[in-house]
Structure formats: structure tokens, C-alpha cells
């Protein structure tokens, strides 16, 4: 059971805006900024977002983050086919004083 | 940026294992590091982290007394020792490199641990 919920799958059509929520509680979403990542089967991951929003350089700006209390979301529009991956959010939760994840969504495009 | 890990095998349950990485492309010492495991079919997992100097270091709980991190800055390398290894310790293990406070803006590419 992880301390942050993500859905597991999410979908969507090329072209459409699609948005991965993460839930967690004031001693994580709450207290710290939320990075999420990509994943694609048998690599490494990718960071996409850090500090809630911030894009690192080469991340296209179809990708953007937010949070709000002790929920985070991931947009992703223009959906590519490139993009069918998994997506995880994670951050510092002061409690456990340990980087949490949430379990993972696996994004399929139709 | 490049982070390249090694020393991970087939290992007995209760064995130890020592992993490293060794990284190049950036300033080792003016980075925190950390390493996160994925189990087969799992999501990913924070295992530790240490700060730049080395002088602070973090776990998660399952693993606390287990594990140690460390850090040589004169070799660029990072190291994960882990003692009484379980087979829920079975994954592949990615060290990844912090940006300023946030964890993982660089990755390596894995090396897995199998305890059987």
C-alpha cells in the first residue's frame, strides 16, 4: 500500500488532454513539492515535473503539474502515442522522514 | 550526466551485498544522491539518501538497521552496503542524483538484486 493514491490506468485519444491525480496527506503533498516521473518498461525514470510545476529542460510544456492541498495532478495534453507509459508522483514526507511514491498510473493511448 | 551502478547478483536470504555508482558529468560532491529499487512488476520504492557532504543520511523504514549509504567524493561514487537481505529486497536498484532538494533529475540504469 503506498502513501500517495494514483489511480492505476488512465487513457485517452491522441490529441486529448489527459490528468493523473495523487493523493496523499499534510505530511507529504501537504508539507513538500511533489515531483512525477516517466517510465517506460525496462528503463530508467524520467523526471517531467519537480517543485510541483517546474519543468526540467527538454521536457515539452505539454506536460504541467499542480497541486492543491494535499492533492497533486499531472496534465498531459496533446496526448502523443509516445506517451503510453507509467507515471509516478512522489515527495518527502516529514512524518516518515522518506521519499514516498505513489504506486504508479500505466497511461495507454486508444 | 552519466550514473552507472553495479554489484548486484543472486544472493542467498540473509547475505550481504555492497552496490555502487559511479557517476561522471556533473560535481559529485555538490550533489545529494540517493537510490530507489523497483521490485518485478512493482512501482518504485525510496530506499535511501545522503546528503553532499555524507553527513546526513536517510532510509525508509523497512530497511533502517539493514542498510547502509555512503558516499566517496574523491572517487565519484556512491554505495549502498546491505546486510540480512530478504527476498522482499529482490528488485532492481537505481541510484539517482538530486536536484538541489528533489530527487531524481539524473538515473542510472539499474542493476538487480535477486535474494533466493
Known amino acids: 500500500q503506498s ?94 522522514r522518506a521519499w514516498v511514491f505513489g504506486g504508479g498510473t500505466k497511461l495507454t493511448v486508444l | 550526466v552519466q550514473l552507472v551502478e553495479s554489484g548486484g547478483t543472486l544472493v542467498q536470504p540473509g547475505g550481504s551485498l555492497r552496490l555502487s555508482c559511479t557517476v561522471s558529468g556533473f560535481i559529485f560532491s555538490d550533489s545529494a544522491m540517493g537510490w530507489v529499487r523497483q521490485a518485478p512488476g512493482k512501482g518504485l520504492e525510496w530506499v535511501s539518501g545522503i546528503c553532499a557532504s555524507g553527513r546526513c543520511t536517510f532510509y525508509q523504514p523497512s530497511v533502517r538497521g539493514r542498510f547502509t549509504i555512503s558516499r566517496d567524493n574523491s572517487k565519484d561514487t556512491l554505495y549502498l552496503q546491505m546486510y540480512s537481505l530478504r527476498a522482499e529486497d529482490t528488485a532492481v536498484y537505481f541510484c539517482a542524483k538530486y536536484h538541489g532538494d528533489y530527487l531524481g533529475d539524473f538515473w542510472g540504469q539499474g542493476t538487480l538484486v535477486t535474494v533466493s
Not at chain 1, 19 to 37: A, D, L, M, R, Y
Open chain 1, 3 to 96: 502513501v500517495l493514491t494514483q489511480p492505476p490506468s488512465a487513457s485517452g485519444t491522441p490529441g486529448q488532454r489527459v490528468t493523473i491525480s495523487c493523493s496523499g496527506s499534510s505530511s507529504n503533498i501537504g508539507s513538500h513539492p511533489v515531483n512525477w516521473f516517466q517510465q517506460l518498461p525496462g528503463t530508467a525514470p524520467k523526471l517531467l515535473i519537480y517543485n510541483n510545476y517546474q519543468r526540467p529542460s527538454g521536457v515539452p510544456d505539454r506536460f504541467s503539474g499542480s497541486t492543491s492541498g494535499t492533492s497533486a495532478s499531472l496534465a498531459i495534453s496533446g496526448l502523443q502515442s509516445d506517451d503510453e507509459s507509467d507515471y509516478y508522483c512522489a515527495t518527502w514526507d516529514v512524518s516518515l
